[in-house]
């Protein structure tokens, strides 16, 4: 009797303390999730803050980079409007005033409206003396031009004089020719075998010869 009784004492101790253990087991495991808990906490909070400065150093790249793509696609997209715009005036043989550069040779207006046509027959030439051009019969002549360019003016054309290095004499972006004025009245803008040309002069030729062209030069 006396053993069952210690038996009886040292199972209930060994209940008790298993108890005690799952307990202190239960309250580690609730101290353990609430570290993490705070942990997770903490680094969600950090996460957030890294996340929140990588947004906007992304978003202030991107708004950066996109004003600079928008300055230089605006710019881009003027310079070809302004391009297409002069080069079909020029195809469509409508007038474009030459750039105010000394050198209109050399300026892009110039380069826009010469290359707007071009002729793929024989071309009118100093030892020729006469050519078929588009318009038909060319020819050339040598007088001083200042009468022909003061007539010019006083219809507004202000376009600068100049020789190109061929030899034909220039008012702005276009070759000076003489031609039938009922035809082709003063400032009309011409097809010739040696690129666009403004009407400024006639002569007798245009009588005989309406079609004809005769193209100013140095010849």
Same mark, same amino acid.
């Given at each position: 009797?006396?053993?069952?009784?210690?038996?009886?004492?040292?199972?209930?101790?060994?209940?008790?303390?298993?108890?005690?253990?799952?307990?202190?087991?239960?309250?580690?495991?609730?101290?353990?999730?609430?570290?993490?808990?705070?942990?997770?906490?903490?680094?969600?909070k950090q996460a957030e803050a890294i996340a929140v400065d990588l947004v906007q150093n992304q978003i202030a790249g991107e708004v950066t980079g996109t004003?600079?793509?928008?300055?230089?696609?605006?710019?881009?997209?003027?310079?070809?409007?302004?391009?297409?715009?002069i080069a079909k005036k020029a195809e469509n043989l409508e007038y474009v005033p030459a750039s105010t550069d000394?050198?209109?040779?050399?300026?892009?207006?110039?380069?826009?409206?010469?290359?707007?046509?071009?002729?793929?027959?024989?071309?009118?030439?100093?030892?020729?003396?006469?050519?078929?051009?588009?318009?038909?019969?060319?020819?050339?002549?040598?007088?001083?031009?200042?009468?022909?360019?003061?007539?010019?003016?006083?219809?507004?054309?202000?376009?600068?004089?100049?020789?190109?290095?061929?030899?034909?004499?220039? $008012?702005?972006?276009?070759?000076?020719?003489?031609?039938?004025? @009922? +035809?082709? #009245?003063?400032?009309?803008? *011409?097809? /010739?075998?040696?690129? $666009?040309?403004?009407?400024?002069?006639?002569?007798?030729?245009? @009588? +005989?010869? #309406?079609?004809?062209?005769? *193209?100013? /030069?140095?010849?």
């Amino acid at each position: 009797m006396h053993r069952l009784k210690n038996l009886s004492k040292k199972i209930m101790a060994m209940i008790l303390a298993a108890e005690l253990i799952a307990a202190a087991g239960m309250v580690l495991d609730i101290l353990y999730t609430v570290y993490l808990t705070q942990q997770n906490a903490r680094l969600q909070k950090q996460a957030e803050a890294i996340a929140v400065d990588l947004v906007q150093n992304q978003i202030a790249g991107e708004v950066t980079g996109t004003a600079k793509r928008t300055k230089k696609t605006g710019a881009d997209l003027i310079e070809k409007a302004y391009v297409r715009r002069i080069a079909k005036k020029a195809e469509n043989l409508e007038y474009v005033p030459a750039s105010t550069d000394t050198n209109i040779g050399s300026s892009e207006v110039y380069d826009i409206v010469q290359s707007a046509y071009s002729y793929s027959g024989g071309r009118l030439s100093r030892s020729s003396g006469t050519a078929s051009g588009p318009n038909g019969k060319e020819t050339y002549y040598n007088l001083n031009m200042s009468g022909v360019v003061r007539t010019m003016r006083g219809m507004g054309n202000t376009d600068a004089y100049w020789e190109r290095k061929d030899g034909c004499k220039m $008012l702005g972006n276009y070759i000076m020719v003489a031609a039938n004025l @009922s +035809r082709h #009245p003063r400032g009309s803008i *011409v097809k /010739t075998s040696l690129g $666009l040309a403004i009407v400024c002069d006639t002569g007798g030729f245009a @009588s +005989r010869n #309406p079609t004809q062209i005769d *193209v100013a /030069t140095n010849w």
